[in-house]
């Protein structure tokens, strides 16, 4: 799983990416990457647009 946090007072959730390894869709386990946040610049760090089905596998688009 992908996902941004804001750890400051701006409540910038653009410049870190967190990845987690989960379990499933429920979430019960979530287990965080070694190196998170993995990235650290709002160029790049930004999720993307909302997950989407294609060919039968979830896909999440990025914009750049």
Request: aromatic share 10%; glycine share 4%.
């Amino acid at each position: 799983m992908f996902t941004n946090f804001s750890n400051d007072g701006f409540n910038d959730h653009c410049s870190e990416l967190y990845v987690y390894k989960v379990d499933s869709l429920l979430l019960n386990v979530m287990e965080p990457h070694a190196f998170n946040p993995t990235i650290t610049d709002a160029r790049t760090a930004r999720n993307a647009r909302r997950i989407t089905s294609r060919d039968g596998k979830m896909t999440r688009l990025r914009t750049h």
